[in-house]
């Protein structure tokens, strides 16, 4: 079975500044997909970028980035620039490829780190 | 609507009582996901729906939950003889295609007394 990690229940970041969430996964899949959802306080979680282990580049959506380590089976997000709406709940997330229909794209999320952006 | 929409938002019921809470994802999303999140806690799968059929419940904790989406586009999740434990916020997601971006609701949370 799949676990995702993350160490890191609270982090908090000046507005402006780069801060860097934490996520650990273990699986024994060789492709799989990985992603970063924030949950603000109206409980609805919103993409914010995912990546595919098979391609080496790290995925880049504006001013969030990731950084994947696929040997270390690390997966981190950066947010540049904080801003005020980015405060949020963060969770990382673990899919594995598609093997069939019969098992859908079931996510398995880390426990999430509660990022606060003081002005 | 153009979300996914889920009632009620809040819903507070007795420990022994029986729970519905409904799910209406984006027009035309065949997969259907059913989340349970606990307090300071990540979403944990409960059930994949594609089309009608429940293609993956071992998410389910126990006989007391059960899930329907009998025209292959609202889904009611079931809860019999609520327990304090049950107190979570249910979370739903829907996606065009079972290889689609997951598009998830605002939840129904749930107290039991």
């Known amino acids: 079975a799949q676990t995702v990690t993350q160490s890191q229940p609270e982090m908090s970041v000046q507005e402006a500044e780069t801060v860097t969430l934490s996520c650990t996964y273990d699986?024994?899949?060789?492709?799989?997909?990985l992603f970063w959802y924030k949950q603000p306080p109206s409980r609805q979680m919103i993409l914010v970028i995912r990546?595919?282990?098979?391609?080496?580049q790290n995925a880049t959506e504006n001013r969030f980035s990731v950084n994947f380590q696929k040997a270390a089976k690390s997966f981190s997000l950066k947010i540049s620039d904080s801003q005020l709406g980015d405060a949020a709940m963060y969770f990382c997330?673990?899919?594995?490829?598609?093997?069939?229909?019969?098992?859908?794209?079931?996510?398995?999320f880390g426990e999430g780190t509660q990022l606060t952006v003081n002005p | 609507g153009a979300g996914v929409s889920q009632t009620p938002s809040n819903k507070v019921t007795e420990k022994g009582k029986y729970v519905e809470l409904r799910c209406d994802p984006i027009?035309?999303?065949?997969?259907l996901y059913w989340y349970r999140q606990s307090l300071g806690q990540g979403p944990e799968f409960l059930i994949y729906?594609?089309?009608?059929?429940?293609?993956?419940d071992s998410g389910l904790p126990n006989d007391r939950f059960f899930a329907v989406r009998p025209e292959g586009s609202v889904s009611t999740l079931k809860i019999q003889r609520t327990e304090r434990g049950d107190s979570a916020v249910y979370l739903c997601?829907?996606?065009?295609?079972?290889?689609?971006?997951?598009?998830f609701g605002e939840g129904s949370r749930l107290t039991v007394l």
């Open positions: 729906f594609q089309g009608t059929g429940a293609a993956d």
């Open positions: 699986t024994s899949e060789s492709d799989y997909y």
């Open positions: 990546q595919e282990a098979y391609k080496q």
């Open positions: 997601a829907s996606s065009l295609e079972w290889t689609g971006e997951l598009f």
């Open positions: 027009s035309g999303h065949t997969a």
């Open positions: 997330a673990y899919r594995r490829a598609f093997g069939k229909e019969t098992s859908g794209s079931r996510l398995t």
